[in-house]
């Protein structure tokens, strides 16, 4: 199944492989928008080959799949999936994705502590659903619900 998302009001192809439940996102779509460039084509090609320098395993992860493209016709097109992508945008120097930048950073940092400190993502997760407006009897029940479910997988491993 393929798509379009939008970014910024601007297109970014997507494809949705149903198999491997994987979304891919075309290169060049996210370069334009992140660089403003007018030859992402050209701006992709040199950052594959500096990447590629540098050692990064990047290249590796790329899928190519048809998409149309403003003429109407279909041609391969280089894709990544989202670890990838995101993996992509780190290595490309926009002010547009320094926001981003910033939130995978605080977002690996966070997880980081979880692994450390189990407990912060309990106490994660019920700041995110009150930012997201759920009642704390909502809140209550989730998490007595989650709690319930670990026990019942516990003991399917040992019966």
Known sequence: MSNIKLFDSKQVRTH???KTETWYFAIIDVIEILTG???????WSDLK???TKEGSQLYEKIVQLKFEAA???KYI???LDTPSLLRLIQSIPSPKAESFKQW???VG????QEIADPEQSIE?????WQKLGRSEKWIQQRMTGQEMLCIQQHQNIFF
Do not use: V
């Open 37 to 43: 460039s007018s030859i992402p084509k050209r701006y």
């Open 124 to 128: 994660r997760a019920r700041e995110n």
């Open 49 to 51: 080959r500096k990447l």
């Open 77 to 79: 097109t280089d894709c």
């Open 104 to 106: 995978l950073a605080k």
């Open 109 to 112: 940092y966070e997880r980081m």
């Open 16 to 18: 949705w492989d149903e």
């Open 71 to 73: 003429d109407g016709k």
